[in-house]
């Protein structure tokens, strides 16, 4: 996406991808996006329309929209001017939500407070797999409750690396039921795990899908599994730029993506592609982190085994934050094979890098949503407006 195609209609887009997470809809639809504005050289103007000029989720709302406009190319600036809803446009706002609620009810969907980080890859063999049990495996030791999907519906194995056996099964009725994650509690918090290899007859099974088969079933494991409440939903993609990552972006269009690549500058002109769909698609690039960065022997001495400098460097190439590295070690690769995530050694040097990056998500990358003091709350007291809940 260029400088040049950078547009209200593009800002309006991206826009679409931040969320109320009490009221369950995109600010756009909202209409709480009262104008937006594009001068030269990239500065992009918001107007943004509030609930309650007092609304608890005004800090969080205007970080969501600098980090999506802020990942945009061509984007020097962004600047966000707050007012606040008249009563007819809080009626039509609380309206939508009711309708949006009911909908949810409906089809089952994923909590609107939960944050959405698509780990993505530009080929395989780097190590995503591995990078995104970790990731997921240290936020919920630290008290979060995560969902982790496997969307690699052919190479699936994030339950081998978990140490999870069995298969998944449905509750409710014909007409009406839902599939129930695999869960693994993790000091205060807990995993809950969706990923074919639960659901196939054996870990050696082909799974031979295509196109719409693919498509539809990311879109069960979305819309079909009683997640329950979440604090982040982390999506183990398939390698690469195919129908998958294409439908993750039309079903969620509040997913982030972080990208994983190598030290090789191949690697990273690889994972450049996946940036350049995820932007195609109105998603925002979060991050990149950079595995198998390098290794150190027995004695302390260190090598670059796959070169370096690819993950920094395709971080500046597409302007978004270098979250962090990973060193190469055969810890990684044991704590997979064992269902036991290098990361929960916390004595070990390759834990110490993955709760690094976590550091940084939980900070400044992807922070929890905080719901205390809700703006749908405030409107039930202040017009006795019921909301059901987006939780």
Known sequence: MAATSLTEETVLHALRGVVD?????????????????????????????????????????RGDVKARLGSLPGVEGVQIEVGTMSAEERKAVMSRARWKA??????NQLSPSARVVAVASGKGGVGKSSVTVNLAASLASRGYTVGLLDADIWGFSVPRMLGLEGRLEAEGTKDEWAIVPAVRPLGEGQLKVVSMGLLSESEGEAIMWRGLLLNRAVQHFIQDVRWGPLDYLLVDMPPGTGDIQMGLARTLPRTEVLIVTTPPQAAARVAARVADMARKGWLRVAGVIENMSTFTCDHGTTYELFGSGGGQALAD?????????????????????????????????????????????LEEIVPPVEMSGCTARLLERMEGVSVPSAR
């Open 21 to 61: 997470p009490e009221l369950g809809d995109d600010v756009v639809d909202l209409g709480m996006v009262r104008r937006v504005s594009v001068a030269e050289g990239g500065r992009v103007t918001v107007e943004l329309a509030l609930t309650v000029a007092s609304c608890p989720l005004r800090s969080q709302l």
């Open 317 to 361: 190439e597409i302007g978004v934050p270098f979250v962090g590295s990973v060193p190469f070690d055969p810890a990684v690769a044991a704590g997979g094979d064992a269902g036991r995530p290098a990361v929960l050694d916390p004595s070990h040097p390759v834990a110490a890098a993955f709760m690094g990056i976590v550091d940084r998500l």
């Open 102 to 107: 009911r909908q949810r009810a409906d089809t």
